[in-house]
């Protein structure tokens, strides 16, 4: 009977390779052969080829024996260091390089790459307590048509006029035909947020069933635990007004808005690389809109066949029209000071002065601020946004606001600071008049004439008498009543029949007169 040869195989007592594993499970499990019969065959002891049978194993496994290291003594110290950092935001922690030095300053001199491989085999031990995996696990999302969309902000820059302006944009994003709208904006705030939703909500056509957000400080006033959350006021009367259900990502979970979060990495390749140059930031937003709109034709949606404005085009059939656009102000109390300005954002802006001293109702929009009082609203203003905290702000005069003021002072017409910028007649006229006694009367009284006639038809009114060489007050008031009533300046010509027509002029002749006055004892008519 023929009987195997002995197999020899290095690697020490009790240590086998993986081609003697599977001869000896071979023997053992086809042909069952003993253990004292393979133990004989390799030579190895019956305790190591009992080990292997036992186990299992198709592969052997080698026990690494432990090593010393330098970095044992601060291992304790460098985990914690590590698990603080974890909690840190991301701008605020250290790197590792930091992290050695550290631990060289308190004696370790062993080198970076031990560090680092520790720093490694930590973060693996941890996401494993985490049950995570490195880049995290997610479910992907699917959305009917008009269910809802999604909406986020960012921080990119453009030249606004020749400057470098940081912007605050706002993306807004339908879930299903994926179209998008991007606006950008000097602020971050409420009135800019209602304003970009009244923008986007135009440009798709409708509005969807809901409205999926991160925990922003625009909307959210509090955050509470799970999904409690203290809505803001106005946030609130907007999405009443749009109908649409807000719903909130919970904290630091950006990829329960996955959508809109990829749009503002692509929109930062698309739209503001390079850097975009315009005038202004209406003409910004107006290339914004017509770039979203050529990018929804060009776009492939991924998911269905046709580009995002096929699939918008389906979509928007399920959206509800939108109605009026939300009226997105913000409003504050403030007290008009005795020079007729109320402060706002380091800014000052005049109110008409019969409110002097009193509240008013200031509201702020993205381009404009609107004063209201007593159930009416006053004035208005173009707004300021200054970033800028190095000068004093600036101040927006309105003359016609103290109007009342000078026509109780007049000398104050003289050197006040709203009358700077009065139209050219007006200021050409006032040259004029303040050349003689009496003229700022005069001047206050034709500036008052705006308040009960139209601007225009009092400033053509002064036009002409200037042209006319007659600057007065008399003369302006009856160029204004012609203008009014329609009459002509110049009085027609009176052509006389030839009957009517005198043979001997009559001459002037004034001395007669003296003559009359020489006469003694003459009694005149008084």
Not at 104 to 115: C, E, M, P, Q, T
Not at 281 to 299: F, H, P, S, V
Not at 466 to 481: C, F, I
Request: glycine content about 6%; aromatic content about 10%; some cysteine.
């Amino acid at each position: 009977m023929f009987e195997p040869p002995l197999l020899v195989f290095g690697g020490g007592f009790g240590v086998i390779d993986m081609a003697l594993l599977s001869v000896i499970r071979r023997w053992h499990f086809r042909e069952h052969l003993s253990i004292r019969e393979i133990s004989r065959r390799t030579g190895l002891s019956r305790n190591t080829v009992r080990k292997y049978l036992r186990s299992g194993d198709v592969e052997p496994k080698f026990k690494v024996p432990e090593r010393p290291s330098k970095l044992d003594a601060f291992a304790d110290r460098l985990s914690a260091w590590l698990k603080t950092e974890a909690n840190k935001p991301r701008k605020q922690k250290r790197t590792l390089k930091q992290l050695h030095a550290d631990l060289v300053g308190l004696g370790y001199d062993g080198s970076y790459n031990r560090v680092a491989a520790f720093a490694r085999d930590w973060r693996v031990a941890r996401q494993r307590e985490l049950q995570t995996s490195g880049r995290g696990t997610f479910v992907p999302l699917a959305f009917e048509p008009g269910e809802a969309f999604q909406f986020d902000w960012s921080e990119d820059w453009a030249i606004i006029g020749n400057e470098r302006t940081k912007l605050q944009v706002a993306h807004t994003k339908l879930s299903y035909s994926r179209a998008f709208v991007v606006r950008a904006y000097l602020l971050q705030t409420h009135e800019m947020l209602f304003d970009a939703h009244n923008h986007a909500f135009r440009v798709f056509g409708g509005v969807p069933r809901r409205g999926i957000y991160d925990n922003m400080k625009t909307a959210i006033d509090k955050v509470g635990r799970g999904k409690e959350r203290d809505v803001n006021a106005r946030f609130l009367a907007m999405a009443s007004h749009y109908l649409f259900e807000p719903a909130f990502c919970n904290p630091a979970s950006g990829w329960e808005k996955g959508q809109v979060e990829k749009n503002v990495q692509d929109a930062r390749h698309r739209l503001w690389q390079p850097i975009p140059r315009f005038a202004s930031l209406d003409a910004l937003n107006e290339w914004l809109e017509a770039r979203c709109k050529e990018l929804w034709r060009q776009t492939s949606h991924g998911r269905m066949h046709g580009t995002v404005a096929d699939i918008w085009a389906e979509e928007a059939q399920a959206l509800m029209p939108a109605s009026r656009p939300f009226d997105g102000f913000v409003e504050y109390t403030k007290r008009v000071s005795p020079t007729c300005l109320v402060h706002l954002e380091r800014n000052r802006y005049s109110v008409p002065a019969s409110f002097a001293n009193c509240p008013v109702s200031v509201r702020v929009y993205p381009e404009k601020i609107v004063v209201a009082a007593e159930g009416q609203l006053i004035c208005e203003h173009r707004r300021i946004i200054d970033r800028s905290h190095d000068g004093p702000g600036q101040t927006v005069y309105d003359w016609r606001h103290y109007l009342a003021v000078v026509q109780r002072k007049p000398g104050a017409l003289r050197n006040g600071a709203p009358f700077i910028e009065l139209p050219d007649a007006f200021k050409t006229l006032q040259q004029q008049l303040l050349r003689k006694p009496g003229g700022d009367r005069e001047m206050v009284d034709i500036l008052a004439l705006v308040l009960q006639h139209d601007e225009h038809a009092v400033l053509s009114a002064v036009e002409l008498a200037l042209e006319a060489g007659v600057a007065t007050k008399m003369h302006v008031l009856n160029l204004l009543h012609r203008l009014i009533d329609g009459k002509p300046f110049v009085p027609p010509t009176v052509n006389a029949p030839q009957a009517l027509t005198l043979t001997n002029e009559p001459k002037a002749d004034v001395e007669r007169y003296d003559a009359l006055r020489e006469t003694a004892g003459a009694r005149h008519a008084s």
